[in-house]
């Protein structure tokens, strides 16, 4: 499957790193420049290098960080490799994030959403097919947060390279149970409505505050922004 997707769409690869990039770069930001001390990473995937608590604790090792998934093997992988500083804490919930009542309840046994929190979206809202329906989870999620509380989002884009990522999600809709939905710029804007979007707004994601040049020339077909919510 990843020889076909990659054969489909040759940039897959650099869009995951930048991805990955986009991801260490918010965090950094949300925890340096803002002062952010709650994460909740919705969509955690395997664990790898520089993790939201990871980069997070680097910055401020009181942290606090809780990763939502629903895949057994990701949960498994999760516990045993994402290990808190001491200062700070990691807690990990098995929840569908079509459920936000479920990640709530949840993550309050580790977050205090009476306080500030960063709510995460880096490559998973894109498995909900409906657009009315992905704005509601955003919203209900972002509705629990405190003022100030900040929203980030990467997703795959329907615009940019636009033949090759279709033949790309169309090989990989055909073997995968969760199905993935490209949206256009627009779409994924439409996913901060109602919020403040920080500078550059909704960008592709290595141009979201690059730290080179050679970062921001990535051909990741991504749309990425960040938001504060009022």
Request: proline residues 7%.
């Amino acid at each position: 499957m990843g020889e076909r997707t990659i054969a489909a769409y040759p940039a897959l690869p650099a869009s995951a790193r930048a991805g990955r990039d986009f991801l260490v770069r918010v965090v950094e930001f949300l925890a340096g420049e803002v002062g952010i001390r709650q994460f909740l990473d919705i969509g955690t995937g395997l664990p790898t290098a520089n993790n939201t608590h990871e980069v997070a604790q680097r910055v401020a090792p009181e942290s606090r960080i809780v990763y939502v998934d629903n895949d057994p093997i990701v949960l498994s992988h999760a516990q045993a490799l994402l290990t808190s500083s001491d200062e700070g804490a990691c807690a990990y919930i098995d929840a569908d994030l079509r459920d936000p009542r479920v990640i709530l309840d949840s993550a309050a046994e580790t977050l205090d959403f009476g306080k500030p929190v960063a709510v995460m979206f880096l490559a998973s809202i894109h498995f909900v097919s409906d657009l009315d329906e992905a704005s509601a989870i955003v919203k209900r999620l972002m509705d629990a947060c405190a003022p100030g509380s900040y929203l980030a989002i990467a997703h795959p884009a329907i615009d940019i390279a636009p033949e090759q990522v279709a033949e790309m999600v169309r090989r990989l809709n055909e073997t995968t149970a969760q199905k993935t939905t490209l949206r256009d710029r627009a779409s994924v804007a439409r996913l901060f409505e109602g919020y403040d979007l920080e500078e550059p707004g909704v960008v592709r994601a290595p141009e979201w505050r690059p730290r080179s040049e050679a970062e921001a020339a990535s051909p990741a077909a991504l749309w990425a922004g960040v938001a504060r919510k009022p």
